[in-house]
């Protein structure tokens, strides 16, 4: 069936590098969300983007949309201890069931101080 | 804020039994869903539910069957534990409308023994 497929599956980086996640369908999607899982805790909506094409910045967070809305991408500049967690995203199709989504097994991250 | 509450944090049961996990949301969501997260496996959709009365199966319903009687409650249910079902489950719900957020509760890890 329809799948989300998200790269790489763990990260280890220093803190003060760069981190970078990315995820693909195989279908176009209407839409991708990002959520983030701290250890121990349940996700967190972080943010959707819905226009081909479409950039969007949290502080140190960058989220893109491909053209072909068939990829996604979150980049974090400059790490620090508070980002650890994993980051997952999730598609929906469109006239996939109402309000269902499609998660990537997600990228744990890890960050060394 | 949205709250979703899972009845158990932790929950221990022995094979065949029949175990009951409760999702309660307090913001009059449509869509309650009900994922199993494994190491490695992501998020997995078991059933989901867009009204009270409806549900649809996600991705693993085998050994698994739900009850939404009221809006706010959409209930898990195994039917005859395995000690393959031994996981962490959370639920989440969304509004009605298909680009919103899922909202997801703290999860209750289950061992069957």
């Known amino acids: 069936g329809q799948q989300v497929m998200q790269i790489p599956q763990y990260q280890h980086v220093q803190e003060g590098e760069d981190f970078t996640t990315y995820c693909n369908s195989s279908t176009t999607l209407s839409n991708i969300q990002w959520y983030k899982q701290r250890p121990g805790g349940h996700p967190v909506f972080l943010i959707q983007l819905v226009k081909s094409g479409e950039v969007k910045k949290q502080k140190r967070l960058t989220f893109q949309f491909g053209e072909a809305k068939k990829n996604s991408s979150l980049h974090i500049t400059a790490t620090q201890t508070t980002d650890v967690g994993t980051y997952f995203c999730a598609g929906r199709n469109y006239g996939g069931s109402q309000g269902n989504l499609i998660f990537g097994k997600g990228t744990k991250l890890s960050v060394k101080p | 804020d949205v709250k979703v509450t899972q009845s158990s944090r932790y929950l221990v049961k022995r094979t065949g039994e029949k175990v009951f996990l409760e999702c309660v949301q307090d913001?009059?969501?449509?869509?309650m869903f009900w994922y199993r997260q494994d190491p490695g496996l992501g998020l997995r959709l078991i059933y989901f539910s867009y009204d009270v009365k409806m549900k649809e199966k996600g991705d693993i319903p085998e050994g698994y069957s739900v009850s939404r009687e009221k809006k706010e409650r959409f209930s898990l249910i195994l039917e005859s534990a395995s000690t393959n079902q031994t996981s962490m489950y959370l639920c989440a719900s969304s509004p009605g409308q298909g680009t919103q957020p899922q909202h997801f509760g703290d999860g209750t890890r289950l061992s069957i023994l």
């Open positions: 913001m009059d969501h449509e869509n």
